[in-house]
C-alpha cells in the first residue's frame, strides 16, 4: 500500500492526496506532530501559507475567493485551542 501524502496543490489549495480544502484533517494532523515541539514555528509555517494562499485564491476567482475570516480558520484557527472570550456583565 502506498502512502499518500497530504500536500497542498496550488494554485487551488486543494489537498493532492483526498482533494479536501488544505490544510486537510490528515495534513493537519501530520503538521501538529511535525511542530509539536514549537508552536511557534507552525504558527510561522502556516501564515506563510495562508499569505500564499491568499494571492493564488483572489487571483484564480477574485469575485468568489473565500472570506479572510474563513482562510484564517481554514489556515490558523485550529492550531491553538482559545479560552472562551469573557462575556460583558451588566
Known amino acids: 500500500m502506498t502512502s499518500q501524502i497530504h500536500v497542498a496543490l496550488r494554485p487551488l489549495w486543494l489537498c493532492r492526496a483526498c482533494a479536501a480544502p ?3 484533517a490528515t495534513a493537519r494532523l501530520n503538521l501538529l ?5 514549537s508552536h511557534v514555528a507552525l504558527s510561522i509555517y502556516l501564515a ?3 499569505y500564499t494562499a491568499v494571492e493564488d485564491l483572489y ?14 480558520d481554514r489556515f ?3 492550531t491553538a485551542p ?5 462575556q460583558p456583565s451588566d
Not at 487571483?59 to 484564517?72: E, F, V, W
Not at 482559545?82 to 469573557?86: F, K, Q, S, V, Y
Open 76 to 78: 490558523l484557527g485550529w
Open 22 to 24: 488544505w490544510p486537510c
Open 82 to 86: 482559545r479560552a472562551p472570550r469573557p
Open 48 to 50: 506563510g501559507m495562508l
Open 59 to 72: 487571483r484564480l476567482n477574485p469575485q468568489d475567493a473565500p472570506k479572510p475570516t474563513a482562510l484564517h
Open 33 to 37: 506532530a511535525e511542530y509539536r515541539n
